[in-house]
T-cell receptor
């Protein structure tokens, strides 16, 4: 019973390139959350998705960032035209239902480095 | 907006001793959830313990327990009989009770726990 799978584990992009981060939720989970962790900081909520729907994107930057969770396949966090400030660890979490009190299951994160 | 504050950037404790990590939060909600997460060098976020605000009894999980003071909006984590494997970053987190789309966790900045052998 694999947990939340994120790939790649490490991603290096040059400024101006696109970054695609993937998250496969736990089996049976249909709710996905993305968080960003800047150095020396806690995780910051970005977006909450269900299959084919964005439920809450209040933490997403208005430009260059987008997220999707298609009917089939993993959830994708896409960052266009990356800048140095996008360097961070990006975590995905999943749950079987949205209003759960169990704090979700997290993946191991993708560390994005923009050079 | 909710905020979570961890005032101890780093704590150190001798192996087998007890250590308490502090967390305070600010919210206007009356019902919510509180969590402590552990993040070892592997970066994996591991749920340590959780507390429902409507429960007066403090949560415990083996060597981990909390001191939840709702009026003071305080949620400290006590680790008894500290072990080398407890060394990690510890994050306090808050989540409101009702969903309505806003199900995200609000995290503190973390406390780096060092275990001295």
């Amino acid at each position: 019973n694999a947990g939340v799978m994120q790939n790649p584990r490490h991603l290096v992009r040059r400024r101006g390139q696109e970054a695609r981060l993937r998250c496969s939720p736990m089996k049976g989970h249909s709710h996905v959350y993305w968080y960003r962790q800047l150095p020396e900081e806690g995780l910051k909520f970005m977006v909450y998705l269900q299959k084919e729907n964005i439920i809450d994107e209040s933490g997403m930057p208005k430009e260059r960032f987008s997220a999707e969770f298609p009917k089939e396949g993993p959830s994708i966090l896409r960052i266009q035209q990356v800048v140095r400030g996008d360097s961070a660890a990006y975590f995905c979490a999943s749950s079987a239902q949205g209003a759960t009190n169990y704090g979700y299951t997290f993946g191991s994160g993708t560390r994005l480095t923009v050079v | 907006a909710q905020t979570v504050t961890q005032s101890q950037p780093e704590m150190s404790v001798q192996e087998a001793e007890t250590v308490t990590l502090s967390c305070t939060y600010d919210t206007s909600e009356s019902d919510y959830y509180l969590f402590w997460y552990k993040q070892p060098p592997s970066r994996q976020m591991i749920l340590v313990i959780r507390q429902e605000a409507y429960k007066q009894q403090n949560a415990t999980e083996n060597r981990f327990s909390v001191n939840f003071q709702k009026a003071a909006k305080s949620f400290s984590l006590k680790i008894s009989d500290s072990q080398l494997g407890d060394a990690a970053m510890y994050f306090c987190a808050y989540r409101r009770l009702s969903g309505g789309g806003a199900d995200g966790l609000t995290f503190g900045k973390g406390t780096h726990l060092i275990i001295q052998p």
